[in-house]
């Protein structure tokens, strides 16, 4: 079956470390996002491409970093940089833009 | 900037009876997408129902409905007959469609209104 896959399902960093974030799709989807959530706020976007080779930063960008060299995967690298990134992280593509988003089930990120 | 505004944290509904989340979003453009998603314990996101902007027909997938009203900017969802597994985050979300000339077309969300179903 087509679908996002979102590894591992739970992660844990010690601070000052980077870690990486991996969302595989099989879905043929050209665009793919990453959303943080955290309690409250909803989800925010941290970063969008909707090409190969091609990305833009969301909203809340600093401290993140990502790559799009297959058309399959789209890493979420969390930097030093981020000074607050316990959170859950949820990556997402999309096809024809009127149907919405596929998610992956999620990486719950831990600073310990 | 397009926003999306749900103005209910927390809901409650007992079993078997209807319940309405509201939302209501900011937008000049003429022609969107909304979407209401439903997030479960399991914290996978699940895509509940869709309307289009130009479609004036309140969308409806079984269970689930939608109230749409255009020109107040509102997308409310009913869910009749509830049931223990409609316990869940329900977001609203806002698109715009490719002609709209928005350059980019990721979702917006709200914050989310939390349903709990009572037995």
């Known amino acids: 079956d087509g679908g996002i896959t979102q590894s591992p399902k739970y992660l844990f960093r010690k601070e000052g470390q980077n870690v990486t974030l991996s969302c595989e799709q099989n879905?043929?989807?050209?665009?793919m996002y990453w959303y943080r959530q955290d309690p409250g706020q909803g989800l925010r976007l941290i970063y969008y491409s909707q090409i190969v080779n091609d990305f833009q930063k969301g909203d809340i960008a600093e401290g993140y970093s990502v790559s799009r060299e297959k058309k399959e995967s789209f890493p979420l690298t969390v930097t030093s940089a981020q000074k607050n990134p316990t959170a859950f992280y949820l990556c997402?593509?999309?096809?024809?833009?009127?149907?919405?988003?596929?998610f992956g089930s999620g990486t719950r990120l831990t600073v310990v | 900037a397009q926003t999306v505004t749900q103005s209910q944290p927390e809901m409650s509904v007992q079993e078997a009876e209807t319940v309405t989340l509201s939302c209501t979003y900011d937008?000049?453009?003429?022609?969107?997408?909304l979407f209401w998603y439903k997030q479960p314990p399991s914290r996978q996101m699940i895509l509940v129902i869709r309307?289009?902007?130009?479609?004036?027909q309140n969308a409806t997938e079984n269970r689930f409905s939608v109230n749409f009203q255009k020109a107040a900017k509102s997308f409310s969802l009913k869910i009749s007959d509830s049931q223990l597994g409609d316990a869940a985050m329900y977001f609203c979300?806002?698109?715009?469609?490719?002609?709209?000339?928005?350059?980019?077309?990721?979702?917006?969300f709200g914050k989310g209104t939390k349903l709990s179903v009572i037995p």
């Open positions: 937008t000049s453009e003429s022609d969107y997408y």
């Open positions: 997402a593509s999309s096809g024809t833009i009127g149907f919405g988003y596929t």
């Open positions: 309307q289009e902007a130009y479609k004036q």
């Open positions: 879905l043929n989807h050209d665009a």
């Open positions: 979300a806002y698109r715009s469609a490719p002609h709209s000339g928005a350059g980019s077309y990721q979702l917006t």
